[in-house]
């Protein structure tokens, strides 16, 4: 829920399962398949050979907010 007053976030909250869960994706194009942890952040991507490749996200110095440019 967004606060009004300050403008920030409260965390969600997940609700975990008392045993392991198995989800299995078929497809014929695993590349075009993103898994997302909502909690961690974390983002991984499909491979052709059937496994999760975790992407690292990549910052552009310029977006950074301490970046000042050297003239």
């Given amino acids: ?3 009004d007053v ?3 976030r409260s965390a ?3 609700p975990e399962h008392e045993s392991y869960i198995i ?3 078929a497809t014929k194009s695993p ?3 993103l898994l997302v942890d909502r909690e961690t952040g ?3 991507q499909g491979s052709p050979h ?5 992407l690292d996200p990549v910052v552009k110095p310029e977006k950074k907010k301490d970046y000042t440019a050297d003239e």
């Fill in 50 to 54: 059937g496994d999760w490749d975790r």
């Fill in 42 to 44: 974390q983002v991984y």
């Fill in 31 to 33: 590349t075009k398949w």
């Fill in 6 to 8: 300050t403008g920030d």
């Fill in 23 to 25: 989800m299995t994706v």
């Fill in 1 to 3: 829920m967004l606060n």
């Fill in 12 to 14: 969600h909250h997940y």
